[in-house]
């Protein structure tokens, strides 16, 4: 392993183990193919399973693997029109499982995201019996101070250049704290615990995932 994947791992054991602590289940995984294996050991067959903008589980091929197999995918993507995309969004709120990333997360155990419409913190926060974070060792940061301010200042105006709406960040690539009509920093949320226990799930994995 190079000097990065000794670090991340020995961070990645550190996080694990501070996740425990706060009633998460928390697993690390050294790569994406060790991370698929374990998410998907978390998804039960036949569940129904929905997702927000989860760039990272995309990225190790967890959306792929959900949309062949044996699980009821709600596919956002499949709406024809704004309004049909809308509801398939609604329903993720009712899913056995749901899969996100993290804009950030402290070395303490704290989960740090920031969204634009909501569906995705509402999900995190109640509705799906099961979360399941995917998350890249470079979303973690030493405190909450420092994982508020790379979800706010790194995470949130890499994540606008996706979007063709007109913010300041999307201009200028660094955040104006604004109160735009397009701004996507509109919920904060700071997931410290997990109740009921083992209901958020995540798989830590030892590559750079997402934004």
């Given at each position: 392993m190079d000097?990065?994947?000794?670090c991340y791992e020995?961070?990645?054991?550190?996080?694990?183990?501070?996740?425990?602590?706060r009633h998460f289940e928390a697993y690390y995984c050294p790569n994406k193919a060790a991370a698929l294996e374990k998410a998907l050991e978390l998804i039960p067959k036949g569940a129904s399973v929905g997702w927000g903008?989860?760039?990272?589980?995309?990225?190790i091929g967890l959306i792929d693997a959900v949309r062949a197999g044996e699980y009821r995918a709600i596919d956002r993507d499949l709406g024809q029109t704004p309004a049909e995309r809308e509801?398939?969004?609604?329903?993720?709120?009712?899913a056995d499982v749901f899969l996100t990333g993290a804009n950030a997360i402290s070395l303490d155990g704290q989960m740090v995201n920031?969204?634009?419409?909501?569906?995705?913190?509402?999900?995190i926060v109640y509705g799906p019996d099961s979360v399941i974070v995917i998350a890249g060792m470079?979303?973690?940061?030493?405190?909450l101070e420092s994982a508020l301010t790379r979800a706010r200042t790194v995470a949130a105006p890499m994540n606008k250049q996706r979007f063709d709406t007109p913010t300041p960040c999307a201009v200028t690539g660094a955040?104006?704290?604004?109160?735009s009509e397009a701004c996507i920093c509109n919920q904060i949320l700071i997931t410290r615990n997990c109740r009921p226990a083992g209901r958020i799930k995540f798989v830590l994995v030892g590559e750079e995932l997402g934004l």
């Open positions: 000097p990065k994947q000794i020995k961070r990645g054991q550190v996080l694990v183990k501070n996740l425990r602590s903008g989860a760039m990272s589980a995309q990225q509801k398939i969004m609604k329903q993720c709120l009712g920031i969204d634009g419409n909501g569906n995705r913190v509402a999900a470079n979303k973690v940061t030493d405190t955040c104006a704290d604004c109160k």
